[in-house]
Each structure stands twice: as C-alpha cells, then as structure tokens.
T-cell receptor
Framework: GESVGLHLPTLSVQEGDNSIINCAYS??????FIWYKQESGKGPQFIID?????DKRQGQRVTVLLNKTVKHLSLQIAATQPGDSAVYFC???????????FGAGTQVVVTP | DGGITQSPKYLFRKEGQNVTLSCEQN?????MYWYRQDPGQGLRLIYY???????QKGDIAEGYSVSREKKESFPLTVTSAQKNPTAFYLC????????????FGPGTRLTVL
C-alpha cells in the first residue's frame, strides 16, 4: 500500500556536523510533505513543510529537499547541536483536512 | 499561555475497563486529532474532528470512541473492545488553513495491567 518510510532508524552525528535525515514516500498525489521533531516523552513539534511543487525550502538551520523523480524527501540540519537529539518524523498531507500520514521515524543522537 | 493539554500523563487500567483520556486546547483551533504511538513506530490516526459536533474515523478507530461537544475539548475513550490498548496517545489541534502545522499535547501513556 501507499506509505511514508525512512531509510535509517538511527543516525549518530557529532556536535557541529551537519545531519541528513532521509525519507521515502510512495504517494505522488500528496500536496505537502512535512517534518516533525519529537523529544523523549513529549509530543511532536512541527519543523518545516514543503509543497509538492517545490524542490527545496529553507528554515532556521534546516533545509528540506524534495526529489519527486525518485520520491525522496530529506531534512538537513546544519551545525547539529545537543538539543537536536530527538526522533524525526516525515509526514505527508494527502488532503485538505490535515490527515497526515507519518513515517516510522529516525532517532538522531548527537555526540560531543 | 495558549496551548494544548492532556491528562493524565500516566494512566493504568485493568483489562475490561473503559477509560477516557482528556484533551483540551485554548488555541481556538477548529480541527482536533487523536493519534496512537507504539514504541519505535510513527503516529497512527485514531479519530479526527474538523468542527464541533462532527468527527470522523481515522485509520485505527476500532475500539475507540470520541465526542466533540465543545470546540476546546476532544476526549478519547478507550473501550474494552480495543484489543491492545497499551500505547502513548497524542492529541493535536490545528488552525484551519495551516493543516500541516499540528500542535501536539504532551501525551498520555496508557498501560493495561
């Protein structure tokens, strides 16, 4: 069936390095792709989204890239900090009512 | 402070009992959602409500029920019909027109003994 999934379950990154979190999707009809961050024991927080007609969007220290040809989404975090340690989820918005479809998540561990 | 709250944070239930999880928001959001999260997995949608007195089933609604009598409240009842209810439950709300940016509560961890 249609799904959103992640390539790597755990990513270990040294503090100060850049992080790249990947996500594969199969539904070409989705309007938006979104990244959320979930710290341990908390609810997810919105990071950034990208519309399906774009291929790049930048935020504060984050960049999302969308490659529709290979149905691939990535989140780049610049100069990774200890506070970036969390689980990162990609999600897709397939309709106008916020019925988001979440991937399984990637655990990012920032080491000193 | 505007936000979304869930209570209780931890909940223990005996098999065969129904239990209701609270979700309240003062963000004046129209839409609210309930998700279930199991260890090492993503979020799965249980129910959602776009407006007061209206709600729809999500992907895993069996064994759950909701109500939306007030804009700010969207309680979830986990019934005895839910075969594997132990999980982390997350409530979210969103402003109409910004459906990608859902605001999540802190979650309720339900354990069935």
């Amino acid at each position: 069936g249609e799904s959103v999934g992640l390539h790597l379950p755990t990513l270990s990154v040294q503090e100060g390095d850049n992080s790249i979190i990947n996500c594969a999707y199969s539904n070409s009809a989705s309007d938006y792709f979104i990244w959320y961050k979930q710290e341990s024991g908390k609810g997810p927080q919105f990071i950034i989204d990208i519309r399906s007609n774009m291929d790049k969007r930048q935020g504060q220290r984050v960049t999302v890239l969308l490659n529709k040809t290979v149905k691939h989404l990535s989140l780049q975090i610049a100069a990774t900090q200890p506070g970036d340690s969390a689980v990162y989820f990609c999600a897709e918005n397939r309709n106008s009512w916020g019925k988001l479809q979440f991937g399984a998540g990637t655990q990012v561990v920032v080491t000193p | 402070d505007g936000g979304i709250t869930q209570s209780p944070k931890y909940l223990f239930r005996k098999e065969g009992q129904n239990v209701t999880l609270s979700c309240e928001q003062n963000l004046n959001h129209d839409a609210m959602y309930w998700y279930r999260q199991d260890p090492g997995q993503g979020l799965r949608l249980i129910y959602y409500s776009q407006i007061v007195n209206d709600f729809q089933k999500g992907d895993i609604a069996e064994g759950y029920s909701v109500s939306r009598e007030k804009k700010e409240s969207f309680p979830l009842t986990v019934t005895s019909a839910q075969k594997n209810p132990t999980a982390f439950y997350l409530c979210a709300s969103v402003d109409r027109g910004s459906y990608n940016e859902q605001f999540f509560g802190p979650g309720t961890r339900l354990t069935v003994l």
